[in-house]
């Protein structure tokens, strides 16, 4: 078969050459879409996707836009874009290079179960190390803007789902690098329950080589922290039955330089406000936080917090800090505290400049045994001032096994309102699981009690165990005042410290002793109990009684004696009465006053059927021997630095058997002329006074105006074998009391 002869002439020819490949362009541009399709779908199951559906609706030499994209990858992964643009110019494109790609309407869903990581796998490896993975892009970043809005990001595993919204923004320019990313995630894929939102920023930069990275990270409200954590169970690690997180906002900071494929110079700073929390039943809130991590490595690295805390309603903590050091398998810690106050139900107690010793958390416990740690402190107060210690350190020491600890507190000067104390030192062991009780006896030392400006005691030394922090028991006081040494010991006094009313103290002696050892003093048996109504001013509840045993006052015995007092605000101590065994009789004090803070004083004593013979001793050089008991009354003060008598008396008791007998060796006698009626007198009185029956002696203290006078009456008899005397003699004596006291030798009773 012949076929037609076609006749080509050269002007058809030039022609098909020249539209030929316009036909071809025209052909290729209008398969666009096809190609790209087809392209975009031969590069997804390459990758191992399916199921790619792509609307192309726009392809052109500067922009691409994509509508409507599908693809999964079996199990593991969803993936639809609503909207897909890329901006770019051809001159860019042919080097690979893209200025903007905006993503509209992203919706992944993710696989947990199956995109996790095998144990004992680390993952995909790098080619190459990040360090020059990122300064590469850096270097020429093939991606100029990036936007991501309007998406989504759910994640499934077997136990549950989340579902978070997202937008994502990225500026990438040669050296400089910024991702921003700001979202939500809900606890579930439905979208129920409240959002968990966050912000995000992370900046890259290369200077001289070397890349530098910076994040931020801000949550607005951790209050959903709790409820998110819970439905991821199974994907993250459960939080602590006994802690949940109420509120808060959290800020995250961070900055880091990458080398190879390791993090140096790292530097974390978290910022937290309005945190509330709760946490082994106790509710914790945090005005502020704020956390700085500094990592050399993932063994050594350093964390200091700094917080103002709240702990349920019952102490606050301001400006407190809390240090954690690694090194290596070490764990250091310390704390400090601006000021710490307590609240609520607790004691009203205020610690300023608290800084705590570090601690070894790798060891159990934190304070290894026999090795000491010290806690100091700029000031601590009770009770509104009423009670403060101004900066001193209080040393810890473990003992044993358990919860034994040995106490120090290095001497400072405490206050309690008026009163001061010098040089105030601690030291004792307690066990931690009684407290508040302690059993085992504490030592604390004062060098100085100061009243305002004056020292009243010096050299205090107590001993003491407590009960509760309401009662102390009390086993020793040892002090100074006025140079006068004091000994309570054994004290057996309780001290009872009211909650309500800690300025109202109750104290209660069980058998004490009292020695006065430089004036040979000793009280035993002491008994009673005092009330105060305040300690500052001090004053008691009313009338107080005390008892004891015996006084010995050097070779002087008083026995069951009892007093009963009143301490009154001006400072005023009323005794209203007071009685004891004294010389086989009685002694003691109808009311009487002195001043607590002064010399002041005003005694009205008061004898019953006191051994006239013991009252006889006490004359200097005078040798008298009395067969009788006296009664009476003398008042004695000292007001203004003048001691002085008062109108009173000693008189004899009635008795059949009251002799006297004193050898007077001629002193009234003598200087009278002999042989005259005042000589006669003068000897038969001497005579009679030898051997005197007594019907009745009076001493007789009278107060003039000018003088001081002291009235002496003896009236009885003596018979003889030449005769029978009567006496009556009545000596006046001009004296004031320290005269008096001149004639009396208190040594021979060891006075």
Request: net charge negative; proline share 5%.
């Amino acid at each position: 078969m012949a076929f037609p002869r076609i006749n080509i002439t050269l002007k058809r020819a030039v022609l098909f050459l020249l539209l030929g490949p316009v036909l071809i362009l025209l052909v290729a541009w209008f398969s666009r879409p096809f190609l790209l399709e087809w392209g975009l779908e031969g590069m997804t199951r390459d990758a191992g996707l399916s199921g790619l559906e792509v609307e192309v609706r726009q392809l052109d030499p500067w922009v691409t836009r994509l509508a409507d994209i599908r693809l999964k990858k079996q199990d593991q992964m969803e993936l639809s874009v609503r909207e897909a643009s890329l901006f770019y110019n051809p001159d860019s494109l042919t080097i690979g290079k893209i200025g903007s790609l905006s993503l509209t309407g992203l919706d992944l869903r993710l696989s947990a179960d199956a995109v996790r990581t095998p144990p004992g796998e680390t993952g995909i490896e790098p080619s190459e190390p990040l360090e020059k993975l990122v300064g590469r892009f850096l270097e020429a970043p093939y991606l100029s803007h990036l936007r991501v809005r309007d998406s989504k990001l759910g994640l499934d595993w077997g136990k549950g789902s989340c579902r978070s919204e997202f937008f994502l923004k990225g500026d990438f320019h040669p050296e400089v690098a910024r991702l921003i990313l700001d979202g939500s995630i809900l606890e579930s894929s439905k979208g129920e329950g409240k959002p968990f939102q966050f912000r995000s920023k992370l900046d890259l930069m290369d200077e001289d080589g070397e890349i530098f990275l910076t994040a931020d990270l801000e949550i607005p409200e951790l209050g959903g922290l709790q409820s998110l954590v819970a439905s991821l169970e199974g994907l993250v690690p459960d939080l602590p039955d006994d802690f949940k997180l109420l509120s808060g906002r959290l800020g995250v900071s961070a900055s880091t330089r990458l080398a190879e494929d390791s993090l140096e110079d790292l530097f974390l700073e978290m910022n937290a406000s309005g945190l509330g929390m709760k946490a082994s039943g106790f509710e914790l809130n945090a005005s502020n936080l704020l956390l700085f991590l500094s990592p050399q490595s993932p063994e050594e690295w350093e964390a200091n917090a700094y917080a103002n805390l709240d702990v349920d309603g019952q102490f606050s903590v301001t400006g407190c800090k809390a240090s954690v050091r690694a090194k290596g398998p070490v764990y250091e810690a310390t704390m400090s505290a601006n000021l710490i106050k307590t609240q609520g139900n607790l004691p009203p107690l205020e610690i300023e400049g608290l800084r705590l010793p570090v601690l070894d958390l790798t060891l159990p416990p934190a304070v290894p045994l026999g090795q000491e740690k010290e806690i100091h402190f700029d000031r601590v107060s009770y009770e509104d001032d009423m009670l403060t210690l101004m900066g001193g350190s209080m040393a810890v020491e473990m003992r044993e096994e358990g919860s034994l600890a040995y106490l120090q507190l290095n001497p400072v000067d405490l206050n309690f309102g008026d009163i001061g104390f010098v040089e105030l030192g601690y030291y004792g062991l307690v066990d931690w699981e009684e407290f508040p009780k302690i059993s085992r006896p504490q030592s604390i030392a004062v060098k100085r009690v100061m009243l305002g400006f004056e020292s009243v005691l010096e050299n205090l030394e107590m001993t003491l165990r407590t009960e509760s922090l309401e009662r102390i028991l009390v086993d020793r006081i040892a002090l100074e005042a006025s140079g006068l040494g004091l000994e309570l010991f054994p004290a057996n006094l309780r001290v009872h410290v009211p909650d309500q009313n800690p300025q109202s103290p109750g104290f209660a002696l069980s058998g004490a002793t009292l020695r006065i050892p430089g004036e040979n003093v000793t009280i035993e048996g002491l008994e009673g109990e005092i009330l105060l109504e305040s300690i500052e001013p001090l004053a008691t509840k009313g009338s107080q009684t005390l008892s004891f045993a015996k006084v010995m006052i050097g070779e002087l015995e008083v026995t069951e004696g009892n007093f009963t007092f009143r301490a009154e605000s001006d400072g005023t101590v009323v005794i209203e009465s007071a009685q004891a065994g004294l010389w086989g009789g009685s002694v003691g004090l109808n009311e009487s006053s002195f001043q607590l803070y002064g010399d002041d004083f005003r005694f009205n004593t008061v004898m019953e059927s006191i051994d006239g013979q013991r009252i006889a001793d006490l004359l200097e050089e005078v040798d008298v021997a009395i067969e009788g008991n006296f009664s009476g009354s003398v008042p004695f003060s000292n007001e203004g630095g003048k001691w002085d008598f008062s109108n009173g008396f000693l008189q004899l008791d009635p008795s059949s058997t009251a002799w006297l007998r004193y050898d007077a060796k001629g002193i009234l006698s003598g200087g009278v002329a002999k042989g005259t009626r005042e000589y006669e007198k003068m000897a038969m009185t001497e005579e009679a006074l030898e051997d005197l029956k007594l019907d009745s002696m009076r001493i007789v203290f009278k107060v003039l105006e000018e003088e001081r006078q002291v009235l002496i009456s003896i009236k009885g008899e003596r018979q003889t074998a030449k005769r029978k005397i009567v006496l009556d003699y009545r000596p006046n004596l001009i004296a004031r009391l320290a005269e008096i006291l001149e004639l009396m030798n208190f040594s021979k009773i060891g006075l």
